[in-house]
Every structure is written in structure tokens, then in C-alpha cells.
């Protein structure tokens, strides 16, 4: 089972919020692997554990659009801040001054 495969069943458990366990019950795919889903009570998928040929690895549910709007809102606030910067205080010499003082 690769990353695409799985990450595709954790996307089909439905969540259930009367869980009231960590482990879900276990899944037997086409290819041999057998699949354990893991969540926290009440809540959504956390990943799951794929076990084939003897050997356990754990593949996270892993939410893309919010590490992408997170990208975003980061990269607004810092183009935000760096024009107010620029609007109070600019980084080129101030080419006002004070010519009343000659003679």
C-alpha cells in the first residue's frame, strides 16, 4: 500500500463522534495489508497504521488545505506589516530638509 492508497481510506472513514476509543476496528485491503484507523474520541481521523509482510508503519491524516490557507494568511501578514513599515518609515534617505537656515 502506497501513500496515495492510504491516505485515500483514511479519507473514506467516517468520523465518528459517539467513539469512544482509540483504535478503530480493523480493515483487510485487497493487496494483504491490514489497516487500523486511529482517532481521539469524538474527533476526526488521525492517520492510520498500515501492517503488511509483518512490518507497522503509521501514515498521519494530514489536512492540505489548512497548511496551505495557513502559507497565506502568514505570507498577508507579513506583506502587511512590511507596507505599513515602508508607509511610517521608508528605506531611502529623507530627501526633506531644512533649507531655511541657510545664508
Known amino acids: 500500500m502506497n501513500l ?3 491516505r485515500d481510506v483514511i479519507d473514506a472513514l467516517p468520523a465518528d463522534p459517539d467513539a469512544s476509543r482509540l483504535f478503530g476496528q480493523a480493515y483487510e485491503t485487497a493487496d494483504g495489508s491490514t489497516v ?25 491524516a494530514v489536512d492540505a ?4 490557507m ?11 506589516l512590511a507596507g505599513v513599515a515602508m508607509v511610517r518609515r521608508p528605506p531611502w534617505p529623507d530627501l526633506h ?3 531655511s537656515r541657510w545664508r
Do not use: C, H, Q, W
Request: glycine share 16%; charged share 20%; no cysteine.
Open 65 to 68: 488545505g489548512r497548511i496551505a
Open 4 to 6: 496515495r492508497e492510504a
Open 70 to 80: 495557513m502559507g497565506i494568511l502568514v505570507g498577508l501578514v507579513s506583506a502587511t
Open 36 to 60: 487500523i484507523p486511529v482517532a481521539k474520541p469524538g474527533a476526526k481521523p488521525l492517520g492510520i497504521f498500515v501492517v503488511k509482510d509483518g512490518k507497522a508503519s503509521y501514515v498521519p
Open 97 to 99: 530638509g531644512d533649507i
